[in-house]
Protein backbone atom coordinates (compact mmCIF):
# COMPACT_ATOMS: atom_id res chain seq x y z
CA UNK A 1 0.00 0.00 0.00
CA UNK A 2 0.99 3.65 -0.37
CA UNK A 3 -0.23 6.76 0.74
CA UNK A 4 0.03 9.87 -1.17
CA UNK A 5 -0.24 13.58 -0.22
CA UNK A 6 -0.11 16.60 -2.53
CA UNK A 7 0.97 19.70 -2.19
CA UNK A 8 1.99 22.80 -4.21
CA UNK A 9 -1.45 24.30 -5.28
CA UNK A 10 -2.97 27.67 -5.55
CA UNK A 11 -3.82 31.09 -7.04
CA UNK A 12 -1.20 31.32 -10.67
CA UNK A 13 -2.03 34.10 -12.91
CA UNK A 14 -2.71 32.73 -16.46
CA UNK A 15 0.75 32.29 -18.18
CA UNK A 16 2.38 32.31 -15.19
CA UNK A 17 4.09 28.66 -13.39
CA UNK A 18 2.98 26.24 -10.82
CA UNK A 19 4.80 23.28 -9.69
CA UNK A 20 2.83 20.42 -7.61
CA UNK A 21 4.63 17.53 -5.94
CA UNK A 22 3.19 14.19 -4.66
CA UNK A 23 4.78 12.74 -1.81
CA UNK A 24 4.52 8.98 -1.54
CA UNK A 25 5.23 7.07 1.83
CA UNK A 26 4.83 3.28 2.28
CA UNK A 27 5.98 0.44 -0.17
CA UNK A 28 8.83 0.91 -2.69
CA UNK A 29 7.87 4.12 -5.03
CA UNK A 30 9.61 2.72 -7.85
CA UNK A 31 6.94 -0.36 -8.10
CA UNK A 32 4.53 2.36 -8.78
CA UNK A 33 4.08 4.21 -12.00
CA UNK A 34 2.23 7.42 -11.37
CA UNK A 35 -0.40 9.83 -13.01
CA UNK A 36 -1.68 13.07 -12.48
CA UNK A 37 -5.38 13.78 -12.69
CA UNK A 38 -7.49 17.08 -12.34
CA UNK A 39 -11.19 18.02 -11.58
CA UNK A 40 -12.73 21.14 -12.35
CA UNK A 41 -16.39 21.90 -10.87
CA UNK A 42 -19.05 20.12 -12.29
CA UNK A 43 -17.12 18.10 -14.77
CA UNK A 44 -15.38 14.54 -14.62
CA UNK A 45 -11.86 13.79 -13.24
CA UNK A 46 -9.70 13.67 -16.33
CA UNK A 47 -6.26 12.42 -17.22
CA UNK A 48 -3.49 14.92 -17.04
CA UNK A 49 -0.30 13.35 -17.70
CA UNK A 50 1.67 9.76 -16.78
CA UNK A 51 4.84 8.40 -16.18
CA UNK A 52 6.59 5.10 -16.12
CA UNK A 53 7.96 3.30 -12.68
CA UNK A 54 11.76 4.55 -13.51
CA UNK A 55 10.79 8.00 -15.47
CA UNK A 56 11.75 6.60 -18.63
CA UNK A 57 8.19 6.98 -20.43
CA UNK A 58 5.76 10.07 -20.69
CA UNK A 59 2.55 10.47 -21.71
CA UNK A 60 -0.21 13.58 -21.57
CA UNK A 61 -3.52 14.71 -22.33
CA UNK A 62 -3.85 16.93 -25.38
CA UNK A 63 -4.88 19.94 -23.48
CA UNK A 64 -1.95 19.95 -21.58
CA UNK A 65 1.02 18.89 -23.86
CA UNK A 66 3.62 20.94 -24.43
CA UNK A 67 2.68 23.33 -21.25
CA UNK A 68 2.85 20.83 -18.34
CA UNK A 69 5.27 18.21 -17.49
CA UNK A 70 5.44 15.35 -15.18
CA UNK A 71 9.04 14.08 -13.39
CA UNK A 72 9.58 11.77 -10.55
CA UNK A 73 12.28 11.71 -8.01
CA UNK A 74 12.30 8.01 -6.97
CA UNK A 75 15.15 8.93 -4.37
CA UNK A 76 12.56 11.62 -2.92
CA UNK A 77 9.84 8.83 -3.51
CA UNK A 78 8.17 12.04 -4.83
CA UNK A 79 6.53 12.92 -8.41
CA UNK A 80 5.71 16.63 -9.47
CA UNK A 81 3.82 18.03 -11.98
CA UNK A 82 5.43 21.17 -13.65
CA UNK A 83 2.53 23.62 -14.71
CA UNK A 84 3.77 26.18 -17.41
CA UNK A 85 1.75 29.01 -19.22
CA UNK A 86 -1.68 28.05 -17.31
CA UNK A 87 -4.87 28.92 -18.25
CA UNK A 88 -8.17 29.52 -16.79
CA UNK A 89 -9.51 26.58 -18.01
CA UNK A 90 -6.72 24.52 -16.13
CA UNK A 91 -8.22 25.40 -13.16
CA UNK A 92 -9.17 22.52 -11.16
CA UNK A 93 -8.52 19.92 -8.26
CA UNK A 94 -5.61 18.19 -8.67
CA UNK A 95 -4.96 14.47 -7.90
CA UNK A 96 -1.71 12.22 -8.51
CA UNK A 97 -2.58 8.61 -8.30
CA UNK A 98 0.02 5.17 -8.09
CA UNK A 99 -0.74 1.42 -9.36
CA UNK A 100 1.65 -1.12 -9.58
CA UNK A 101 0.07 -2.32 -12.60
CA UNK A 102 -2.22 0.21 -14.74
CA UNK A 103 -0.43 2.76 -16.71
CA UNK A 104 -2.41 4.46 -18.82
CA UNK A 105 -5.20 7.44 -19.07
CA UNK A 106 -8.38 6.01 -17.24
CA UNK A 107 -8.68 6.54 -13.76
CA UNK A 108 -8.52 3.15 -12.84
CA UNK A 109 -4.94 3.87 -10.65
CA UNK A 110 -5.43 2.04 -7.47
CA UNK A 111 -4.01 4.97 -4.69
CA UNK A 112 -5.01 8.38 -5.01
CA UNK A 113 -4.34 11.11 -2.43
CA UNK A 114 -6.75 13.89 -1.53
CA UNK A 115 -6.18 16.67 -4.09
CA UNK A 116 -4.92 19.89 -4.37
CA UNK A 117 -6.90 23.02 -5.20
CA UNK A 118 -5.08 25.01 -8.68
CA UNK A 119 -6.69 27.84 -9.49
CA UNK A 120 -5.52 30.21 -12.43
CA UNK A 121 -6.63 33.56 -12.73
CA UNK A 122 -6.75 35.43 -15.95
Known amino acids: QVQLVESGGGLVQAGGSLRLSCAAS????????MGWFRQAPGKEREFVAAISKRGSSTYYADSVKGRFTISRDNAKNTVYLQMNSPDPEDTAVYYC???????????????WGQGTQVTVSS
Open 97 to 111: AADQLYWGTNAEYKY
Open 26 to 33: GRTFSLYT
